[in-house]
């Protein structure tokens, strides 16, 4: 859903060029009417010629200055106060001529412009009859002159295309802010999600560093490192003989356990950020707090120890996936994920109450319960393996869902951060 806009509601908004020649259409329109108006009362000879120029000259000057005062174009009492001094105007010179009656096709566009479209149709009706009224005034039987249906279909007509004009350029109007609105949203929705692949693969990387670093340069060392102590023994027996090769070695395990030590720091500071805060147990509980739906409950069995960051990754990386496919294809009421600290390993158990699914229909990509297209469990089962662990998947159609992954325990402790 989009902001709403922090606007005021009648705000005007920057014209398109296209809305600017329609404006200055209509300004020239109304104008060249009254010039044509006053022109032919001069030229005409009319008893009260003057008068009407006269009338006409304040008529546009009234125009003019409404058009170029803001108010009337962002509120609608001043928009309608100006439409009413123009439409008194309008009838006094359309009493003194029969040339006003021309006016009526602007005034139409003005009153439907400027008004709510309720009011401003009923203003052109009123337009309309008073510019039949002022027809008959001058050119009806009262003057010797025969009613024709032209005097009542002329304004009614005009009346009826202003009123289609408008309604047909408001409803193009909508339609192509709908558009530029929706044009605006794939933008922003294209910048977030470049956004989001970004994030996600700086933290891919960092996880691949982190294994990476793990499994290789601090295996190494460690290795390094025990050979070297091997080596030290090896040297000192049957009898310990300082000499300058177990000083050497000496040094050699130190600068191992000090790089070792330093690589451990790499790999910490390369850590998720749902655990850069706390312990895989608090990452887990805020998981289930954070879950939409079902409602999920988080449990710890046994007593917790520091984990190598490769096992807390992987651990909460298998439960964030089964917790996201018990979201997505469960239609679980109730979820348990249970971290599990025994003397020899550790324990992930995530349990729901929901539908199942076919377990070979989900080896073969085609199951609900398969995650993304089937790609869920193999990830999750790739991420146990990868550290020597065990991971299951119990589920029958209706009987819910039980995925587990065991991990062996490091045989030296690891120090906490």
């Known amino acids: 859903?989009?902001?709403?806009?922090?606007?005021?509601?009648?705000?005007?908004?920057?014209?398109?060029?296209?809305?600017?020649?329609?404006?200055?259409?209509?300004?020239?329109?109304?104008l060249a009417l009254l010039a044509l108006a006053a022109g032919r009362a001069v030229a005409g000879s009319a008893p009260r010629s003057g008068w009407v120029v006269a009338l006409c000259a304040v008529l546009a000057a009234a125009y003019l200055g409404g058009v170029r005062v803001p108010a009337v174009h962002s509120s609608p009492r001043a928009g309608a106060l100006w439409l009413a001094g123009l439409g008194a105007l309008w009838a006094a010179l359309l009493a003194l001529s029969p040339d006003g009656l021309w006016l009526a096709f602007p005034l139409y566009f003005l009153e439907l412009h400027l008004l709510r479209l309720r009011w401003g149709v009923a203003a052109v009706a009123v337009t309309a009859c008073a510019a039949i009224a002022g027809y008959l005034g001058h050119n009806g039987p009262a003057h010797g002159g025969a009613v024709n249906p032209g005097a009542f279909l002329g304004p009614l007509l005009g009346g009826a295309v202003a009123v289609a004009t408008v309604l047909g350029y408001q409803a193009l109007y909508r339609e192509s802010?709908?558009?530029?609105?929706?044009?605006?949203?794939?933008?922003?929705?294209?910048?977030?999600?470049?956004?989001?692949?970004?994030?996600?693969?700086i933290l891919a990387e960092r996880e691949r560093l982190a294994r990476e670093i793990h499994d290789t340069l601090a295996q190494g060392l460690s290795s390094i490192q025990l050979l070297l102590r091997a080596a030290e023994r090896a040297l000192g027996e049957p009898e310990p003989a300082p000499g300058p090769a177990l000083e050497h070695i000496a040094r050699a395990r130190e600068a191992a356990q000090e790089n070792l030590a330093e690589a451990r720091r790499f790999v910490r500071a390369l850590t998720p950020p749902d655990l850069e805060h706390g312990s895989l147990a608090a990452a887990l509980e805020r998981l289930c707090a954070a879950a939409p739906w079902p409602r999920v409950r988080f449990s710890l069995s046994g007593s917790p120890r520091v984990l190598p960051t490769p096992y807390e990754v992987a651990l909460l990386r298998i439960a964030q996936s089964a917790l996201a496919n018990v979201v997505r294809h469960a239609r679980a009421g109730r979820a348990e994920i249970t971290l599990t600290f025994m003397d020899a390993s550790v324990t992930l158990d995530v349990v729901d109450d929901g539908q199942g699914f076919d377990l070979s229909a989900a080896a073969s990509g085609s199951g609900e319960g398969s995650g993304d297209g089937g790609f869920g469990l193999p990830a999750m089962r790739s991420r146990a393996e990868t550290l020597g662990g065990l991971f299951t998947v119990e589920s029958d159609p209706g009987q819910g869902t039980a995925v587990a992954v065991t991990l062996p325990l490091p045989l030296e402790p690891v120090e906490a951060p």
Do not use: N, Y
């Open 1 to 30: 859903m989009t902001a709403p806009d922090p606007r005021p509601p009648r705000a005007p908004r920057a014209l398109t060029p296209v809305s600017k020649v329609l404006r200055l259409c209509l300004h020239a329109l109304f």
């Open 177 to 201: 802010e709908r558009r530029r609105e929706l044009i605006e949203e794939l933008i922003a929705t294209r910048a977030e999600l470049a956004a989001a692949e970004r994030s996600a693969g």
